[in-house]
């Protein structure tokens, strides 16, 4: 069965390159998210961990916890994570979760039951392992997106996602396309004039259905 907005995430023991971690215990309180590759040492992901590695005080500023996910062993980990300082000028302070027999990917419908490593594989083999899930810290799933091998993620606005489902979150609005900190936010339908008077002061009402406000700095 897919994984669907709400639900709650699969709990597992992970063997990383920092330790094992039993993976709700690991989110703690905290938000999390998981973000997973098919292969270590290929291109478009090196960038990618190289992009997560350059927003870690982003991250902690949002109380944000984040690991990585590869098909491949501690070892390997290892040895990448040198050439994703490399390139990219920032340490991976992150843990990678080397999901050899492939239990998370499978956890998290990444891949079918049947899926296995062959020998001499290639990235093409678990190419679907290109996923990104934001995890609240109520171990439930907010957000997911998984992207093809040839597009690399754009973690800046994986950082926005995370903004609007943590503003969402503790302030019961919804926001606009492309909101950013700052920025109005929506009034849900389900609260009257009088109780969005009350609760947020002056509001504009753009449509009898859209209606915006600011929140408090």
């Not at 039993?22 to 938000?31: K, L, R, T």
């Not at 339908?189 to 969005?196: G, N």
Request: include cysteine.
């Amino acid at each position: 069965m897919s994984l669907r907005i709400n639900d709650v995430v699969p709990n597992f023991t992970a063997i990383t390159d920092e330790g094992t971690f039993h993976f709700h215990d690991w989110i703690g309180d905290s938000w999390a998210i998981l973000f997973s590759h098919p292969k270590d040492f290929t291109p478009v992901c090196t960038t990618e961990f190289g992009a997560v590695a350059q927003l870690a005080d982003e991250w902690q500023k949002r109380g944000t916890k984040v690991m990585g996910l590869s098909v491949d062993g501690v070892a390997e980990h290892k040895k990448w994570k040198m050439d994703i300082e490399k390139t990219s000028g920032a340490t991976p302070t992150f843990p990678i979760i080397a999901d050899e027999d492939l239990a998370v990917s499978k956890a998290f419908d990444m891949l079918p039951a049947e899926a296995y490593l062959p020998d001499g594989r290639t990235p093409a083999d678990s190419a679907t392992v290109r996923s990104v899930f934001i995890i609240g810290p109520d171990k439930q799933l907010k957000l997911s997106m998984t992207y093809p091998m040839t597009v690399g993620r754009n973690f800046a606005e994986v950082l926005r996602a995370l903004d609007a489902l943590q503003t969402t979150a503790a302030n019961g609005v919804a926001t606009p396309a492309n909101w950013t900190i700052g920025q109005d936010v929506i009034i849900p339908p389900t609260v009257s004039d009088a109780d969005a008077k009350a609760k947020f002061g002056d509001f504009e009402t753009v449509l009898p259905y859209l209606r915006k406000t600011s929140l408090p700095s």
